[in-house]
């Protein structure tokens, strides 16, 4: 009998994979239509194909894309660069190519890590803005939108505004997933005590140990608390 032909393992390419840290695979959802029983065969085929069409097209943007993303995390966290640059050029080169993925392929990870940039480039209205964008053309996304709160409250306490800080910590609080109420919470108890209102930030700080004692903030938390000696 003849060899069964083993079939071709087609390894994964650096855009397919996990970047890390809040980056996750990005994850692919193709919506498929049925056609009216009742319709002509040609039209079924002149249908067919312009979905086979707009699906090749919308696949090799997203991989482009991906593609982008991956070398601008690369620059971003200065990782495997053959000519290694730091400092301001390390974000601003980054920053270009974060846009040149979401042109090419509308993303909340290209929007997060273009708001890093100019967050780290001290332009903190456009990364603001940027943000702002991001919550509203992707506000399900579960993964970025607390993350954008929280660097919207960072952005806005490098602009001097405490309260707009603290107004954004809160929203971080009530975001529906609660991932990062352990966060939100040391956040705002420490710009509570730089402001002076020692007895607001100890109130945080108490609710912090007493509903999260597992956070890796417990700790402090108790500390500024006075629940524990340093």
Do not use: H, W
Request: hydrophobic share 35%; net charge positive; proline share 3%.
């Amino acid at each position: 009998m003849p060899k069964p032909i083993k079939r071709k393992v087609v390894k994964k390419t650096a855009s397919e994979m996990e970047v890390g840290g809040v980056i996750s695979r990005l994850k692919e959802s193709v919506v498929k239509k049925k056609s009216s029983v009742m319709a002509a065969a040609g039209a079924i085929l002149i249908f067919a194909g312009a979905i086979a069409g707009s699906f090749i097209y919308s696949s090799t943007m997203k991989n482009k894309a991906a593609k982008l993303e991956y070398e601008a995390y690369k620059m971003y966290y200065g990782l495997y660069q053959a000519q290694p640059v730091a400092g301001e050029e390390q974000y601003k080169k980054s920053l270009e190519m974060f846009k040149k993925a979401y042109d090419t392929k509308k993303s909340p990870v290209s929007l997060f890590y273009i708001a890093n940039c100019y967050y780290e480039l001290g332009r903190y209205d456009e990364a603001l803005n940027t943000l702002r964008e991001l919550n509203q053309k992707f506000p399900d996304d579960e993964r970025f939108v607390p993350l954008s709160y929280y660097k919207m409250a960072m952005a806005s306490l490098k602009k001097g505004s405490n309260e707009e800080a603290l107004k954004y910590l809160d929203i971080l609080y009530r975001y529906k997933t609660g991932t990062y109420k352990d966060l939100s919470l040391i956040e705002s108890g420490k710009i509570l005590e730089a402001m002076g209102k020692v007895d607001d930030a100890k109130r945080k700080y108490e609710e912090l140990t007493k509903n999260f004692p597992q956070s890796p903030f417990a700790e402090e938390a108790q500390i500024k608390a006075g629940e524990k000696k340093s």
